[in-house]
Each structure stands twice: as C-alpha cells, then as structure tokens.
C-alpha cells in the first residue's frame, strides 16, 4: 500500500481490539507511512510488520503498535489528545519511552512529517506530565 500523501510505501500492520478505537476508522488494519507519517487504513497487513523501516529503534514488543497508531495521530493533537494520552501510556506500560523514539524520528534524517515534529514533541512531553 502506497500513502496517499507522498507515495512512499507504507508500513501495514494489525490492530488489537484494545487499541481499535484510537484507529482510523476504528480499523482491524492500519498503515504508517515512513516518510510523511501520514496514518491510514489499510485491508491487510503481514504478520510481522517492517516498523524498523519506520526508524531502526522502533519497538518490536506490546509498544509498536500503540506507538504507531500515536505518531499518525500527531497531526492534529487537538482532535487526538485523548487517544494519544491513551496510546502513549500504554506505549510507556510496554516499557518503551516515545519522546525517546520522537528524538530518533527527528534525528535520522528521510522523515519529512506532515506536521512540525519537533512542536509536537514539546506538546506530547507537555501531556505526558
């Protein structure tokens, strides 16, 4: 699946029920786009989704998912706060801290995000207090 956005193929991957209400369109599947980070639906997606083309620290564990579905929703906080308040506490049960993997994103160069990454940081880091 490519994004919508950029063209860039994205990265597909399964959605838990727990976590299906923060998806778009409360979906069973989801997609990232590595480049963009753009967030969408998807039909399908392999068993072992690619996160690490996302960025080579991503979480493999119980946080990727949440993390994945967070970062998409960062481009509007002000109609997601709740489900990335939601998302990103259990991204922190899992054992993972994303202002950490916000950090890697902005440093590695090749994302060119649809929103200001770095303001969004600051905001996240806001609501995580």
Known sequence: MDCPNCGAPMVSFA?????????PDESDHAALCPECLTLS??????SAPRF???????????AAVPLAIA???????????????ALLEAVEEAGTDPLLIFDRLQAQGGVDPVFDLERRRVQVEQLLE
Do not use: K, M, Q, Y
Request: without cysteine.
């Open 15 to 23: 959605v838990p029920e727990r976590f299906r209400e923060h998806a």
């Open 41 to 46: 639906t998807a039909d399908s997606a392999p």
């Open 52 to 62: 690490d083309r996302i960025t080579s620290t991503f979480p493999e564990d119980d």
């Open 71 to 85: 970062i998409g929703l960062l481009d509007s906080l002000a109609l997601h706060r709740r489900d990335i308040e």
